[in-house]
Structure formats: structure tokens, C-alpha cells
């Protein structure tokens, strides 16, 4: 049985005037993401841990950010690709977990929203998909509200 595990990390400024963009849910707030594509860090972080689970490098390898194809493109598209690319290796994700860490605004009312648009996204079963958020409790750039940070692991298994 061929089980693999990998872990994904992103971290995106927050500026004024962008949008929010979290699992392909635009969620209203002042401040939103910088970012080459539409700076979902959630899906970014996701991409990374499926990725390093076939040790295929990283989200930068694949679609670099000095590509103009990319820019401003949907992480969600991004992350079928990424799919894909697991589907060529024979594998299929058992379960993702994320944890984005975030001082504002609250978001817990959207993580069922985003796990319905990453499960339909994927064609993964929504119990397999975990979402989690938490604050940095004031400090650092998440407490000072400057920036956003998503953790992700994902297991995979070969067909």
C-alpha cells in the first residue's frame, strides 16, 4: 500500500482594496490578498501539501509567478491541474486539513462555503475536507493585521 502525507504553507500580505479570496469564496472585509494569482492562500497551501505528497516540488515550480498566464488566474484552477497531476501518478487524496491563521475578520461562517467550492472543485467527499481558523492572538504581522498564513496536510494513496 503506497500512503503518502504531505504538508503546504503560504503566507500573502493583506491590502487595502483586494479581495479577500479564501477556498474560492470572496469574503467582504477592508483589507484582502496580494498576490500574482488571486492570492487564495487556503488553495495555495492546499496545492503545496498535494504536491510535496508526489514530491513534485512546489506551487511556484509549476506556475511561477513571472508567467503572465497565471496572473490574476483562479487558484481554484490551479488546483484542478494540481489534481490531475496526482490522477497521471495514480493517486487520490484521501483527506485535506487546513488551518488558516487570520486575525480579521472572522470567517468561521464561510468554511462551510469554501469546503463545498474545494469538495466540488476536486470531486473529493466534504468529510474529507478540514478546515480550521484561528487568530496569531495579537501579535506578529497576522496580530497586527499586515498578513494572512494557511498550514495544510494532505494524505494521498495509490489506486
Do not use: W
Request: hydrophobic letters at 35%.
Amino acid at each position: 500500500m503506497d500512503i503518502r502525507v504531505g504538508n503546504g504553507y503560504d503566507t500573502h500580505p493583506l491590502i487595502k482594496g483586494k479581495n479577500l479570496i479564501l477556498g474560492g469564496v470572496n469574503i467582504p472585509h477592508d483589507k484582502g490578498i496580494e498576490g500574482h494569482s488571486d492570492g487564495d492562500v487556503l488553495i495555495h497551501s492546499i496545492i503545496d501539501s498535494l504536491l510535496g505528497a508526489i514530491s513534485k516540488r512546489d506551487i511556484g515550480y509549476h506556475f511561477p509567478s513571472n508567467k503572465s498566464e497565471f496572473q490574476n488566474i483562479s487558484s481554484c484552477i490551479l488546483l484542478k491541474e494540481v489534481v490531475k497531476k496526482l490522477s497521471v501518478e495514480g493517486y487520490k487524496i484521501l483527506n485535506i486539513d487546513s488551518t488558516i491563521i487570520l486575525e480579521a475578520p472572522p470567517i468561521s461562517n464561510f468554511i462551510g462555503s469554501m469546503i463545498d467550492v474545494i469538495s466540488n472543485e476536486i470531486e473529493l467527499n466534504k468529510n474529507r475536507i478540514s478546515i480550521k481558523a484561528t487568530t496569531n492572538d495579537g501579535l506578529g504581522f497576522i496580530g497586527r493585521g499586515e498578513g494572512i498564513s494557511v498550514i495544510t496536510t494532505s494524505l494521498i494513496i495509490k489506486d
